[in-house]
């Protein structure tokens, strides 16, 4: 099963040139989960990936350049004839502040669905759960840790036929559980294989929750919206440096960590070196770049720049207003 996150805004607070307002777009298999949607990002996706019918979409919390691009794409899909219910999940306050904004995207023809998460509620897929917790940032504030199942562990099918079990259907019971002519399936099938477990932190400060639910995660995706020249404005502000992330990182042994919501004073390099200096698997992508999470035995998750597999922009829909 496929599992990749693209990353459609990665700036902080304001919009540059080359950065845009935060948006995450999840894909697993069918799946198309947006984190976050900023000013712009419909128009972002459209540049890149195209506006796809979203399974989903998650709010961090209610800061504007984190939810604002919602009303606006909610409308698109309509004037697109979208039938599918859309499922629209964050704190409690999602609610009231959507209905507040409900004359700004006005009638629809589909349901949209309103979920207010308590911070340790899990919203439960096929084979995987969205895991709210709380951060630290200036009012209802979440982080989303996507956990998948345990995978069966691994049939030695060479094994089994010397064992005396012939190829076919009892192969299959014996993967179903069951003992096939006195053999017995925890012979010839290995032990449980973990999941993949991918973690956004939103906006926060320092979290300790966040360390504890990002442990061993194969990618952890912090803000690091200052360096550490900034770090009495990150306190301020409840932020975080790339010093930060990285020592979080470290700290919860992730395997990957990528660092977004940067401010506008900064490229990205500067982010990235002062990160790397303390946890080394570390990237900054840029707008459009995503990020492949292969399972852990078929190898590290990798960054793939933009610019290396972008394919033809599709061609945007002519809808009727």
Known sequence: M???????????????????????????????????????????????????????????????????????????????????????????????????????????????????????????????????????HRGAAYGYALIEDDRPGRFDAALAERLGVRPGPDFGRLQRGEIVGGVRPEQVIGEDRPGRKLVISGDTAPSEVLIEVAHRADLLVHEATFTREEAERARETQHSTAEQAAKAALEAEVRLLALVHLSTRYGGREIREEAQAIFPDTVVPRDFDAIEIPFPERGAPELVRWSQSAPPAPPEPLVQS
């Open 2 to 136: 496929d599992l990749s996150l693209f990353f459609a805004g990665t700036a902080g607070s304001v919009p540059t040139a080359r950065r845009g307002l935060p948006a995450l777009l999840l894909r697993r298999g069918a799946d198309r989960i947006l984190f976050d949607c900023g000013e712009g990002t419909q128009r972002q996706l459209l540049r890149s990936v195209g506006l796809m019918d979203l399974t989903d979409v998650f709010i961090t919390h209610f800061h504007a350049d984190h939810w604002l691009g919602l009303p606006g794409m909610l409308k698109t899909f309509d004037l697109r004839a979208r039938e599918k219910p859309l499922t629209l999940y964050g704190p409690p306050g999602l609610a009231k502040l959507l209905h507040g904004m409900r004359h700004v995207w006005g009638g629809i023809g589909y349901h949209v669905e309103i979920v207010e998460l308590a911070d340790d509620e899990q919203v439960e897929r096929d084979e995987y759960v969205i895991e709210p917790f709380p951060v630290a």
